[in-house]
């Protein structure tokens, strides 16, 4: 077998898996139990709210205490869709005090703002066209729009040049971040003109808020332009992102070991607690933004993608300034069962120190959400590759139908829609689960 560093790897679209478990030198025995153990764990983070309602013990009857049932807003006049987006501003009113037709409206008002970008690709079209032997560009060149190494390793959606939106599904497809910001930023306003519901994370809820706000727009520049420097700010904010709720979780937990172990003052261990989370959020901004800030004046993601597969795979990948990495099936295994671990946390608090389920509505959809995404994600290019829906639509000649179908069926554009509905479901959860708690 050549060595790592004459790996001949095969070309864009192949399936990266079996390379992995060539390469890897573990045992056959225990790639395999780390394989399965992955699998098993995705299965049950898909199954989780059913298996915790059945076998656990725990409180599930927030949804019917807060009037999040299906007979609350069933009827002949809504089709499903409907039904789905009215359960899920009642939830938003029920558990961060933002009223379900502002709900609404915002929803209005985010799905506008994309349509805007839309149109303004259509009237701009033209302006990309080749002039003189040179293809005019809508987005300045200056913000280096023309390198498109980085990306093109990246994301398996075919790039229209020249265009205002690029990548129409990995660029649109951001739209819930951008909701889902707005939806916390007025809670957390509405807590401080008029609180209706109680909130002692409110400072740590804030900085949130404004992350996933730098998430939508940079991940929206990116996708929408690859100018190489919003490549940076997208990963710092999508890291400080994903981070969040499992601080909250932290904050939440040492409430009930102030109260219940120490037995401190309820009032004081809340306000410790939620200063405390907010002090521990703030560090990971800043170390974050630190750590990508020194990649960028490293110029780390200006060429090739440095912590792809591929680059694991051949020998050339640095990851994040520490050199190369080689890639094995548990490091795999470990990106690939990301939602099984990001529950462990969440459930831990829930089941030994609140003792309850929160909302089952909104655990489900969370983790349905995340699982279907996720295990769609880990085919884009740069991370396993071969996924057989984008090939197919890749092979077609350019066309409209083509141009819809990637932005549809784009791995990226998936993880961006089902992510979204993630941290908003999510992020209903934990405050549902705290409602239960105080």
């Not at 009237?123 to 809508?138: D, H, S, T, Y």
Request: with cysteine; aromatic share 12%.
């Amino acid at each position: 077998m050549p060595s790592m560093a004459q790996q001949i790897l095969p070309p864009n679209g192949v399936f990266l898996f079996p390379i992995i478990w060539r390469q890897d030198p573990t045992s056959s025995l225990l790639k395999t139990i780390i394989l399965t153990a992955t699998l098993v764990g995705l299965v049950f983070a898909t199954f989780v709210t059913t298996i915790i309602v059945e076998f656990s013990g725990l409180d599930s009857n927030w949804d019917a205490d807060h009037g999040i049932t299906s007979v609350a807003v069933t009827g002949e006049k809504y089709n499903r869709l409907h039904w789905l987006l009215e359960i899920m501003f009642r939830m938003i009113e029920e558990t961060m005090g933002v009223p379900s037709e502002v709900a609404h409206k915002v929803l209005g008002i985010t799905v506008g703002f994309y349509v805007a970008l839309i149109i303004g690709d259509c009237m701009l079209a033209g302006g990309g066209a080749p002039k003189n032997g040179r293809r005019q560009e809508v987005w300045p060149r200056h913000w280096d729009v023309d390198n498109t190494t980085c990306y093109e390793e990246m994301f398996s959606e075919p790039s229209r040049l020249g265009r205002l939106v690029r990548r129409p599904g990995n660029t649109l497809s951001n739209f819930l971040y951008l909701y889902c910001a707005f939806c916390i930023l007025l809670s957390v306003l509405q807590m401080i003109v008029n609180p209706v519901v109680e909130n002692i994370f409110i400072v740590a809820d804030g900085l949130f808020g404004i992350m996933l706000l730098i998430l939508s727009i940079a991940s929206t520049t990116w996708h929408g332009s690859n100018a190489v420097n919003s490549h940076y700010i997208d990963l710092w904010s999508m890291d400080c992102c994903i981070v969040f709720l499992s601080i909250r979780y932290i904050g939440l937990g040492f409430v009930y070991l102030f109260i219940q172990v120490l037995g401190a003052n309820a009032i004081a261990a809340k306000f410790v607690s939620g200063w405390m989370c907010a002090g521990i959020y703030t560090c990971v901004i800043f170390l974050q933004g630190r750590m990508y800030y020194g990649c960028w004046k490293k110029r780390w993601l200006h060429g090739h993608c440095p912590f792809s597969t591929r680059a694991r795979l051949s020998n050339r990948s640095d990851i994040f300034g520490k050199g190369h990495i080689p890639i094995s099936i548990a490091a795999a295994c470990i990106f690939i069962g990301l939602p099984f671990f990001a529950l462990v946390l969440p459930l831990t608090v829930q089941y030994f120190l609140v003792g309850s389920t929160g909302s089952i509505f909104a655990l489900n959809a969370t983790q349905l959400s995340f699982v279907i995404g996720w295990s769609y994600r880990i085919f884009e290019r740069f991370a396993l590759d071969g996924c057989i829906p984008m090939n197919f639509i890749c092979r077609q000649s350019p066309s409209i139908m083509r141009t819809v179908g990637a932005a549809l069926l784009s791995p990226t554009t998936v993880l961006h829609f089902s992510t979204g509905i993630t941290l908003l479901m999510a992020y209903i959860h934990a405050r549902s689960v705290e409602q239960y708690a105080f």
